[in-house]
């Protein structure tokens, strides 16, 4: 009997670690995808402001930042298709290296917005909810 706990206790604790790597994955790609969001508000408006090098850096930037959600995202989801805890854990530490990336992404996309004096993108989106 004392074996039969041991092995359910041991299956619980791998069941619950493969539902934590899927939730860390799930939560670097919404936080890659919010990134994203904000780095191409910053491109728009740096691109508002006529400097055409700063929208060009900025718009690289916020492309980085997609390509690096998208690569968030299609980690998230091999993670919670994986048949095995390893699967899981490794699709989680790439959805939070794109994430990472997403997020230096998004630094680049407001550096630019700045050197060209936009609207900070946290600004605007605070203007597009008092509408």
């Known amino acids: 009997m004392t074996t039969n706990k041991a092995l359910l206790a041991l299956a619980m604790g791998l069941a619950l670690a493969a539902c934590t790597n899927k939730q860390q994955a799930a939560d670097a790609a919404a ?13 728009d408006n ?25 690569a968030a995202s299609t980690s998230a989801d091999a993670a919670n298709a994986s048949g ?24 680049a996309a407001e550096q630019a ?15 597009d909810t008092k509408k």
């Open 84 to 107: 095995s805890m390893s699967d899981a854990d490794d699709a989680a530490d790439a959805a939070a290296q794109n994430a990472d990336a997403a997020d230096q992404a998004k630094d």
């Open 46 to 70: 740096t691109a508002a402001t006529g400097d055409a090098a700063a929208a060009d850096a900025a718009q690289a930037s916020a492309d980085a930042a997609s390509a690096a959600a998208n």
């Open 31 to 43: 936080d890659a995808n919010a990134d994203a969001a904000t780095a191409q508000q910053a491109a």
């Open 113 to 127: 917005a700045a050197s060209a004096d936009a609207t900070p993108a946290d600004e605007t989106k605070a203007d």
